[in-house]
Antibody
Framework: QVQLVESGGGVAQPGRSLRISCTAS????????FHWVRQAPGKGLEWVAS????????FYADSVKGRFTASRDKFKNALYLQMNNLRVEDTAVYYC?????????????????WGQGTLVTVSS | QSVLTQPPSASGTPGQWVTISCSGS????????VNWYQQFPGTAPKLLIY???QRPSGVSDRFSASKSGTSASLAISGLQSEAEADYYC???????????FGSGTKVTVL
């Protein structure tokens, strides 16, 4: 069955970096586009990034543009989110999610599977 | 501040009908299909409705949704305690060039 498992969360100081991962299984990884979505404690969902098939044509939310970089490894069936220059407001549970329709249909698509999330805490 | 506006809460007694609104603009709901996600405390969101009004396999037909202009709504009929959760609308925003989520609505069964 489709499975997405995030890892790598933890505590980081403001201004520092952290990389989180999402490992996929149960489907053909290279055929799908993925997204990162985050949720601050007690708050709503916020889209962070969309990762293309090759990881070279990604979209980012303005709140993380220039600081976060999403990538993927087709050999490891893994997604990554490199988070640099972290801010306190980046504290959140980070979810990876699979896109249902693909890159050409991004505007019409939806997130059909989600991981369980990994908590990133930015604090001094 | 979320781009899509939802009421923070909605409630009803068992068996009642509850609706949740999602208000947007021409660049998001007015141009693209709306999806709805259900989230129980401490768990990941789950797809509830896609493409405005389509239910994925396994989702109860007590859940229905619609879209008109720059607004969308989710309806829960025959309210049961199992429906107590947070509900989020979502769509693509052409101006922001990214996905936007609603502010979320917590449904409580009285």
């Amino acid at each position: 069955q489709v499975q997405l498992v995030e890892s790598g969360g933890g505590v980081a100081q403001p201004g520092r970096s952290l990389r989180i991962s999402c490992t996929a299984s149960g489907f053909i990884f290279s055929s799908y586009v993925f997204h990162w979505v985050r949720q601050a404690p007690g708050k709503g969902l916020e889209w962070v990034a969309s990762i293309s098939y090759d990881g070279n044509n990604n979209f980012y939310a303005d709140s993380v543009k220039g600081r976060f970089t999403a990538s993927r490894d087709k050999f490891k069936n893994a997604l990554y989110l490199q988070m640099n220059n972290l801010r306190v407001e980046d504290t959140a549970v980070y979810y990876c999610a699979r896109d249902a329709l693909g890159w050409q249909s991004l505007v019409r698509s939806w997130f059909d599977s989600w991981g369980q999330g990994t908590l990133v805490t930015v604090s001094s | 501040q979320s781009v899509l506006t939802q009421p923070p809460s909605a409630s009803g007694t068992p068996g009642q009908w509850v609706t949740i609104s999602c208000s947007g603009s021409k660049s998001n709901i007015g141009s693209n299909p709306v999806n709805w996600y259900q989230q129980f405390p401490g768990t990941a969101p789950k797809l509830l409705i896609y493409s405005n009004d389509q239910r994925p396999s396994g989702v109860s037909d007590r859940f229905s949704a619609s879209k008109s202009g720059t607004s969308a709504s989710l309806a829960i009929s025959g309210l049961q305690s199992e429906a107590e959760a947070d509900y989020y609308c979502a769509t693509w925003d052409d101006s922001l060039n990214g996905y936007v989520f609603g502010s979320g609505t917590k449904v409580t069964v009285l």
